[in-house]
């Protein structure tokens, strides 16, 4: 098990490296034109990665920490608060909170770039879910839990696709109706980078259902969520971020 241990732990390692280049390159087209929606891109990016930056640092605890009540499940837990932290950062707790907050902003970009305003019952919905989610990740769990961390990647991917799927459906309609290439190109990157961000959770829970069903996990599935989630970044920065459209 140390060995896919290590191996996720390798390739979330190149995946976040390949997203903090992406995110220089954001920064630096911000501090360019200062637009204003390639900010709230950025911060959405920011938080996706350190969601992966928690996922790698759960690998490095049961790798490297030397923590018995983390790399062993027989082992007691000393009921802490730093072992309540620890195990949750272990556990990919921490991840779904911020990988929330990151659908949370991208609630907010989408009602910026194809609303004229908030629908306040929406945001309300939006709020309150949000804080299902981070309550839920980090009150509902039990170490060694496979069922309760399918539940919450399933609740991250109704969010996900409860905003993303509507981002879709915007962002190629505004493709369809555009005369403009620079324009179509824009919200074409947009909408692919909506579905590459709903297929992110999607993995992650089959890989979790494939755990369920027997699996020692780190399926292909797996490394495919991640994979997803530099995609979508590369298609908002080189189709929208990068020709900066209005």
Partial sequence: M???????????????????????????????????????????????????IFSWLSKILVLYSGIEYVYNQTASDPGTV???????????????V???????LSYILKVNVFEKGYNKVFRIIVSIYTLIIGAY??????????????????????FMAGIYIPFFIRAYESYKSSDQKMVKNAF?????????????????????????L??????????LAWSFFILGIIMAYFGYIKPRVK
């Fill in 98 to 104: 911020f990988l929330s907050i990151a659908i949370f």
């Fill in 137 to 158: 990740s980090l009150i509902i769990y039990e170490r060694g839990n496979t069922l309760l961390d399918a539940i919450a990647f399933l609740l991250i991917f109704i």
């Fill in 214 to 223: 027997g699996s020692p996990g780190f399926s292909v599935f797996y490394f």
């Fill in 82 to 96: 730093l072992s309540w932290i620890v195990l949750r950062i272990a556990d990919f707790r921490i991840s779904f």
């Fill in 2 to 52: 140390s060995e896919l241990v290590f191996i996720g732990m390798t390739f979330e390692s190149f995946i976040i490296i390949i997203a903090l280049i992406l995110l220089i390159l954001i920064l630096k087209k911000y501090y360019e034109r200062r637009h204003h929606l390639t900010l709230y891109l950025f911060l959405i990016f920011v938080f996706y990665v350190i969601a992966i």
């Fill in 188 to 212: 074409i990157s947009l909408a692919l980078m909506s579905i590459f961000f709903i297929l992110v959770p999607l993995n992650f829970l089959i890989d979790r259902i494939t755990i369920l």
